[in-house]
């Protein structure tokens, strides 16, 4: 998921959705797109991975004519902007490794404090990774450093606003228990923002149904969170839904 103006752009296993802040799709501005997979703004441009030509690549939105050249048999995720420059994670060897395209093209080069992401985020200061293994790693792109988080478990998706970081967590490997994490970036305090399992935690007209949630993203003008719901075990009322 990914906001880019007043448009929220979400990927499901065929295409990608274009809706308003209300959750109305516009169907002029939704595609047809083979595996989406992770998107990203960066100024006034939507990026995707997909693969529409049969081979994973990363797009200029809605173009389905390749953005990168000279790559081959990667496996894209999640994808970050930064200044002129795309980060997009590669799980063709199973690492879940970083790589950076200066100026959104080229053969990318592996970021070495970011390997084993799942997810990843920026800002205009960091490159924000969450871990396969628990915890997430903040990369300074300008400087080359690096900092981690501790107190994140099975973290999925990531998204900045304000002061903090907003982590989606499955809590167990099916789902069950699910919560929204939020980071204080002065200096990595962990709470619990919203307890996904509580009836009415969302809005008074939903049970209980988040549960293995994976991307999210925030509206800082507006303050809300949107988050994509997943399934578990545990329930399946609101399953594979914008929240």
Same mark, same amino acid.
């Given at each position: /998921?990914?906001?880019?103006?007043?448009?929220?752009?979400?990927?499901?296993?065929?295409?990608? +959705? !274009?809706?308003?802040?209300?959750?109305?799709?516009?169907?002029?501005?939704?595609?047809?797109?083979?595996?989406?997979?992770?998107?990203?703004? %960066?100024?006034?441009?939507?990026?995707?991975?997909? *693969?529409?030509?049969?081979?994973?690549? &990363?797009?200029?939105?809605? !173009?389905?004519?390749?953005?990168? /050249?000279?790559?081959?048999?990667?496996?894209?995720?999640?994808?970050?902007?930064?200044?002129?420059?795309?980060?997009? &994670?590669?799980?063709?060897?199973?690492?879940?490794?970083?790589?950076?395209?200066?100026?959104?093209?080229?053969?990318?080069?592996?970021?070495? *404090?970011?390997?084993? *992401? *799942?997810? &990843?985020?920026?800002?205009?200061?960091?490159?924000?990774?969450?871990?396969?293994?628990?915890?997430?790693?903040?990369?300074?792109?300008?400087?080359?450093?690096? !900092?981690? +988080?501790?107190?994140?478990?099975?973290?999925?998706?990531?998204?900045? %606003?304000?002061?903090?970081?907003?982590?989606?967590?499955?809590?167990?490997?099916?789902?069950?228990?699910?919560? &929204?994490?939020?980071?204080?970036? !002065?200096?990595?305090?962990?709470?619990?923002? /919203?307890?996904?399992?509580?009836?009415? %935690?969302?809005?008074?007209?939903?049970?209980?149904?988040? =549960?293995?949630?994976?991307?999210?993203?925030?509206?800082?003008?507006?303050?809300?969170?949107?988050?994509?719901?997943?399934? =578990?075990?545990?329930?399946?009322?609101?399953?594979?839904?914008?929240?």
């Amino acid at each position: /998921v990914a906001l880019l103006g007043r448009t929220i752009y979400v990927s499901d296993a065929s295409k990608i +959705w !274009s809706l308003n802040l209300s959750g109305q799709v516009d169907l002029t501005d939704t595609q047809t797109v083979t595996d989406p997979r992770g998107l990203t703004a %960066a100024s006034s441009s939507l990026y995707y991975a997909g *693969s529409p030509q049969g081979n994973s690549n &990363i797009y200029l939105y809605p !173009s389905q004519t390749s953005r990168l /050249v000279n790559i081959q048999n990667y496996n894209f995720g999640s994808l970050a902007a930064f200044g002129n420059d795309l980060y997009a &994670i590669d799980f063709s060897s199973g690492s879940g490794a970083v790589l950076k395209f200066t100026n959104k093209i080229g053969t990318g080069s592996s970021v070495a *404090s970011l390997i084993g *992401s *799942s997810y &990843i985020t920026s800002d205009a200061s960091y490159i924000y990774a969450t871990k396969q293994n628990g915890g997430a790693t903040y990369f300074n792109p300008s400087s080359g450093s690096s !900092s981690s +988080w501790t107190g994140l478990t099975n973290p999925k998706g990531i998204a900045i %606003a304000g002061s903090y970081a907003y982590v989606v967590s499955e809590a167990d490997n099916n789902g069950n228990g699910a919560v &929204i994490l939020r980071v204080k970036l !002065s200096d990595g305090t962990v709470d619990t923002y /919203v307890d996904g399992q509580t009836l009415g %935690a969302w809005d008074p007209s939903l049970s209980q149904g988040f =549960c293995g949630p994976s991307g999210i993203a925030a509206n800082t003008r507006d303050g809300y969170l949107y988050v994509i719901n997943g399934y =578990c075990t545990g329930i399946t009322s609101n399953a594979n839904s914008l929240l």
